[in-house]
Every structure is written in C-alpha cells, then in structure tokens.
C-alpha cells in the first residue's frame, strides 16, 4: 500500500492500488493561535509574513543523556524504535518513494524518496509531504526527531498522529524566516493552528539544517529546534496514528532534505 502524500492541489490519484491525497492549503499570514484555516485555491496561496524572532529569557538547551539511545526530550523516558540516517531504505522504515504528476491541467511533477544518498521532498510548483507507511510505525505517545534542509521551499516539518484512511494529522513546521506552527488538520475542518510565533532556535534562509523533534504525550504537544522547546499546545483529537516528514512550497518549487531520524516510543 502507496503511502499518504499531502500536496497543495484538491485532487485524489490512484497509482499502484495506493492513494495519494492532495490538499489545497491556504497560508494564514500570522493569524491568532486558534485560527483555522479552510482550504482555497492554490492561486490565494501567500507566504507567511513571519513575527520578529524572540527567545524567552528561562529558554535553555535540554540537557544530553549520557545514553545516547535514551530519549533526550522531556520527559525523557520511552524506548528507542527507530534510529534511521535516511541515506536509503535500508533500515526498513518504509519511508516513502514516489513519484507522480498532476491531472486536470496540472502538469506539477512531485516525488518523495532517496537521491544522492539523502531522502528529498520535491515539487516542480508547490509542496507536499510524505509519511512512512510502516505498520509497526503506529504511535500514540511519541518522540519523533529529524534534521531537516530547505534547499528549496518554505517550510519544513514533523507528522505525527498521522492516520491514512481518516486523512488527518498534527504538524510542526518550521520555515526560511525564523517562524514555526503546530497544526492539526482534517478534510472537515482544515488546518488548525494551535500555536504559532517565532523563534531564534531555528536557523534562517536556506541551505540550513535544523533539528526538529515533535513530542507527544497524552495531550500535550511539544515543539523542539536545535534542542530548544519553542512551542507547548494541548489538544486531545486525535490519539494515535503514524509518522511522518513534510515539505512545502508557496507558489514555487520545492526541495526539502531530510535525515537522521530517531523515534522513542513513550
């Protein structure tokens, strides 16, 4: 079974008895924490216009275990399930390869997969993002951690919770200017914005490579950047699902890495 793959086209796809969902996404340009955003047409898609990054004053890198497997975020228990650098799909995390074009017109081509001995999130035109399609990668209290490069695009994230038939899922993502959101999203409601802002943690512009991790426990959500929580939120829709990496594009092409995954099961 072909993985779900997230565009930012309304459109459904059926290749190799899988299939792909792609959803038109409108960009809130810095709306309030609890905005949701209802999807519209690619052409209403604007880039984020980011707040001034800040950093609170008690903010404090987390501290290393002397474990190296041991699970560095808070509250720093669970078990190491997964350790993948992402050159290939040797590890047997059955991380997405696909790739397709657009229909009805849409002549975007977006692939998910392994180039170079690095594994990419592209798009001709606009975004997307991708999910392994593992069955053991089922998770309801989580630690999900990954670096992640914008080559090309704006925005770069973490998946969780991600459940394939219902097509929702929570999101963290970070972008070129220095801003993050922590979202969820379903086909009725959209994508809901539980808290958003700035922080000086993420590396700006591109070519930058961040260390995102997405924590799950109970219904607590925590966002981390290079060993900083910049974001805490509680919501309770969703409670289990899988994992995955995301990239996207506003109205450009898109190329995002990412590597070194590591998931603990809490």
């Known amino acids: 079974m072909i993985g779900l793959i997230i565009g930012l086209v309304l459109l459904a796809v059926i290749v190799g008895g899988g299939s792909f969902f792609l959803i038109t996404k409108a960009l809130n340009p810095g709306g309030n924490q609890t905005n949701t955003v209802t999807p519209?047409?690619?052409?209403?898609?604007?880039?984020?216009?980011?707040?001034?990054?800040?950093?609170?004053?008690?903010?404090?890198?987390?501290?290393?275990?002397?474990?190296?497997?041991?699970?560095?975020?808070?509250p720093q228990t669970g078990t190491?399930?997964?350790?993948?650098?992402?050159?290939?799909?040797?590890?047997?995390?059955?991380?997405?390869?696909?790739?397709?074009?657009?229909?009805?017109?849409?002549?975007?081509?977006?692939?998910?997969?392994?180039?170079?001995?690095?594994?990419?999130?592209?798009?001709?035109?606009?975004?997307?993002?991708?999910?392994?399609?593992?069955?053991?990668?089922?998770f309801s209290n989580v630690a999900l951690e990954a670096k992640l490069t914008i080559i090309k695009g704006d925005r770069a994230g973490l998946a969780v919770r991600v459940d394939q038939k219902a097509n929702t899922s929570y999101t963290f993502l970070i972008d070129t200017s220095g801003s993050y959101i922590l979202e969820a999203?379903?086909?009725?409601?959209?994508?809901?914005?539980?808290?958003?802002?700035?922080d000086a943690a993420i590396k700006t512009g591109l070519n930058q490579t961040n260390l995102l991790a997405l924590v799950v426990n109970g219904t607590t959500f925590s966002g981390y950047v290079n060993d900083q929580l910049v974001a805490t939120v509680q919501d309770s829709t969703y409670a289990s699902?899988?994992?995955?990496?995301?990239?996207?594009?506003?109205?450009?092409?898109?190329?995002?890495?990412?590597?070194?995954?590591?998931?603990?099961?809490?």
Request: with cysteine.
């Open 80 to 138: 190491l399930v997964m350790s993948d650098p992402m050159h290939d799909n040797s590890k047997g995390s059955k991380w997405d390869e696909q790739s397709f074009k657009g229909t009805n017109g849409d002549t975007s081509t977006y692939n998910c997969g392994f180039s170079g001995g690095a594994y990419h999130i592209t798009a001709s035109a606009n975004g997307l993002w991708c999910n392994p399609e593992a069955p053991t990668l089922v």
């Open 185 to 198: 999203y379903s086909p009725k409601s959209g994508f809901s914005i539980l808290r958003q802002g700035a």
């Open 241 to 266: 699902g899988q994992i995955g990496v995301y990239g996207e594009g506003v109205n450009q092409a898109s190329d995002i890495v990412a590597s070194d995954a590591r998931v603990w099961k809490i």
């Open 40 to 74: 519209t047409a690619q052409t209403d898609l604007q880039p984020t216009q980011a707040p001034t990054p800040t950093v609170p004053p008690q903010a404090t890198p987390i501290p290393t275990p002397t474990d190296p497997n041991q699970n560095p975020y808070p």
